[in-house]
């Protein structure tokens, strides 16, 4: 139930952040659904490690979901401050 629920919530914020700030290019948007995605499983999997008893463990725990959430918020914003450095190419 733990994996399930970080993927979930990965994938709502990468989901939010598609409603948010609308692109007309596909490939972006499934980007920040894997930016999503990878901040959710990364921070659900770090808490899980870290928090006790310890150990790798993928189970549910309100505190692996706060930081699944957490993480996939910092990664979306990753994303966003990484893709606004680069320089903006028209294509016609």
Do not use: C
């Amino acid at each position: 139930m733990g994996l399930l629920s970080w993927t979930i919530i990965g994938m709502l914020i990468g989901w939010f952040s598609n409603q948010i700030n609308k692109s007309p290019l596909k490939s972006i948007q499934y980007e920040r659904l894997l930016a999503g995605l990878a901040g959710g499983l990364t921070g659900g999997l770090l808490t899980n490690v870290f928090y006790p008893p310890g150990g790798l463990h993928i189970d549910f725990r309100w505190q692996s979901t706060l930081f699944s959430l957490v993480g996939a918020l910092f990664m979306v914003l990753v994303y966003f401050l990484i893709y606004r450095r680069q320089p903006r190419r028209n294509y016609y």
